[in-house]
C-alpha cells in the first residue's frame, strides 16, 4: 500500500536530516522532490503544488528556523497537511433510517459488488445489523449469481428478480422486502459501465431520486489513479453522493485518488478495500492513512484488528495448559487461525512503524502458513496433543504426508518449542497484566 509514494517521501525528506536548521533553500529542495514524488503517485498537480505551498508557509513560519531537528518537524508538517488533505477526521455512516438504504455507485470493475458484500459483513459483525443486499445490475452477465454468492459468504439476504429489467422497481421492491423480513439496512448494488456514459447516469439518478437513500456511495478502483477523480467529479454532479469507497488498496497503487480525491470533490473517503476476503476492509482514518503513507505504521488499527480476534475464553484455556504444560499443535494451529482472520500478512508487517520499509521488497505470500499448516494436519490427533512423542521416523513420516521435509518438521518443532518455552515464562503476573492490557485499551 503506497509502497512507491513512502519511499519517494522518504527520500524527500532526507534531504533535510543532515541540517542543523530549516533554511528557504533547503526547504525549496526538499519540497521540490516531494512534488515531484506526489506527481508520481498520480496526485492532481494542482493540488500538489497547493500542498508544497501549505507546508513552505508552516515550515517557515513560527520561529521554526531555529529548530534543531528540522528534518523530524518538517515530516511532522508533511503528515499533518497530508491528514488534512485527505479529510481531516474519520467519517462514519448514516445509519438513521429504518431501514437504512445505502446506494453503490460506480464504474463497472470497481469492485461494487464485492464492496457490498463486505460492507454488509462490517455492518452485521460490527454493528449489529441485519443486511439485506439488492441486486440492481440487470445488465452485466451473472452479476445477480455474483451477489447471491457475496451474500451467502457474508451471510446476508440477497433480493433479486430474474427477468425484471428495471432496476428502479427492484431498488423499490428489495426495500418493500427488507422491512417485512426485520432487515435494518438494505444495500442497493447497481449496474456499471466502462466508462461514464449519459444511460448509467440517468439510471442511477432515477434509482437515486426513487428510493431517497441516507447514504449514497461512490465505489472507485483506486489503481485508476487520477481517472478515478475524473470519474467521482462526474457521478458527484449528477449524485451528490455522501461519501468515497476506495477498492483494491492492497495492490501496487500509486495512492494519487485516495490523497486528490477529497479536495476535488470535497467528499470524505469512508472506507478502503484493502483485499480480496470478506474482512478485508477499514474505516479510512485520514491520520493513520498519512502514518502509513510516511512509514510511521499503524499500531492503533493493528491492535484493533487485534482485538477484534481477541477470545477471552479461549485466552484462558490456553493459559491453563500452559500451566498444565498440555500446550499442543492443535493450540497452535487455533492462534494461527486467528491470525489469519486479522488480514494480509504483508498488510500488518506494514502497520509495525519502520517495518514498511525493511518489507518493501519481500514478498510474503497470504498463504505464509500452507507448510506449517500441512506439517500439523500430518499428525496425529496423539501427536498434535503431545508433540513429545514425535521422533525421527515420525518426522520422515510427517514430512513426506505434508508435502514437505524432515527439516521443515524439525524447524516447526523447534519454533513451536520456543514459543511454549516464551508462552509459559508468560505465565503468572505479566501475563495477566497483558492480557487485562488488551481487554481494557479504547476500542
Not at 2 to 16: G, P, Q, T, Y
Not at 99 to 127: C, D, E, N, R, W
Not at 309 to 318: P, S, T, V, Y
Not at 373 to 399: D, Q, V, W, Y
Amino acid at each position: 500500500m503506497f509502497n512507491s509514494l513512502s519511499e519517494k517521501l522518504d527520500k524527500a525528506l532526507h534531504v533535510l536530516k543532515g541540517h542543523g536548521s530549516i533554511t528557504e533553500i533547503n526547504v525549496a529542495e526538499t519540497l521540490k522532490e516531494v512534488r515531484r514524488a506526489l506527481l508520481d503517485a498520480d496526485v492532481n498537480y494542482k493540488i500538489a503544488k497547493e500542498f508544497t505551498n501549505n507546508v513552505k508557509e508552516k515550515a517557515l513560519g513560527q520561529n521554526v528556523l531555529t529548530t534543531l531537528q528540522p528534518g523530524q518537524l518538517m515530516v511532522k508538517i508533511v503528515k499533518d497537511e497530508l491528514t488534512e488533505l485527505m479529510g481531516g477526521d474519520a467519517e462514519g455512516i448514516n445509519l438513521s433510517g429504518n431501514p437504512s438504504v445505502i446506494l453503490m455507485s460506480g464504474l463497472q470493475g470497481s469492485g461494487k459488488t464485492t464492496f457490498s458484500g463486505k460492507l454488509a459483513k462490517h455492518l452485521k459483525t460490527k454493528k449489529s445489523k441485519t443486511p439485506m443486499l439488492v441486486a440492481c445490475d440487470v445488465y452485466r452477465p451473472a452479476a445477480v449469481d455474483q451477489l447471491h454468492i457475496v451474500g451467502e459468504q457474508v451471510g446476508a439476504e440477497v433480493y433479486s428478480e430474474i427477468g425484471n429489467n428495471d432496476p428502479v422497481a427492484i431498488a423499490k421492491a428489495g426495500i418493500e422486502k427488507a422491512k417485512s423480513s426485520g432487515c435494518d439496512v438494505v444495500i442497493i448494488d447497481t449496474a456499471g459501465r466502462l466508462a461514464v456514459d449519459k444511460e448509467m447516469m440517468t439510471e442511477i439518478a432515477n434509482i437515486h431520486k426513487a428510493i431517497t437513500p441516507q447514504e449514497t456511495l461512490f465505489v472507485v478502483d483506486s489503481m485508476t489513479g487520477q481517472d478515478a477523480v475524473n470519474t467521482a467529479k462526474a457521478f458527484n454532479d449528477i449524485l451528490n453522493f455522501d461519501g468515497v469507497i476506495l477498492t483494491k488498496l492492497d495492490g501496487d497503487t500509486r495512492g494519487g485518488a485516495a490523497i486528490s480525491i477529497k479536495s476535488v470533490v470535497d467528499k470524505p473517503i469512508k472506507f478502503i478495500g484493502t483485499g480480496e476476503k470478506m474482512e478485508a476492509i477499514d474505516v479510512f482514518y485520514p491520520a493513520r492513512m498519512a502514518d502509513r503513507i510516511l512509514g510511521m505504521g499503524d499500531v492503533v488499527s493493528l491492535v484493533e484488528r487485534a482485538q477484534e480476534q481477541f477470545d477471552e475464553n479461549e485466552a484462558r484455556k490456553i493459559q491453563k495448559k500452559i500451566a498444565k504444560n498440555q500446550f499442543g499443535f492443535d493450540d497452535f494451529l487455533s492462534q494461527i487461525q486467528q491470525i489469519k482472520k486479522m488480514g494480509n500478512m504483508k498488510d500488518l508487517m506494514g502497520m509495525i512503524p519502520g517495518m514498511g520499509k525493511v518489507m518493501k521488497d519481500i514478498d510474503i505470500d497470504d498463504d505464509a502458513f500452507k507448510h506449517i499448516e500441512a506439517i500439523i494436519h500430518s499428525m496425529t490427533p496423539k501427536e498434535r496433543s503431545n508433540p513429545s512423542l514425535i521422533n525421527a521416523s515420525r518426522k520422515k513420516r510427517i514430512g513426506t504426508g505434508s508435502g514437505t521435509s524432515v527439516q521443515e518438521v524439525n524447524k516447526l518443532m523447534k519454533q513451536f518449542n520456543q514459543m511454549s518455552k516464551m508462552m509459559k515464562m508468560m505465565q503468572g503476573g505479566k501475563g495477566k497484566a497483558m492480557m487485562q492490557m488488551m481487554k481494557n485499551m479504547p476500542r
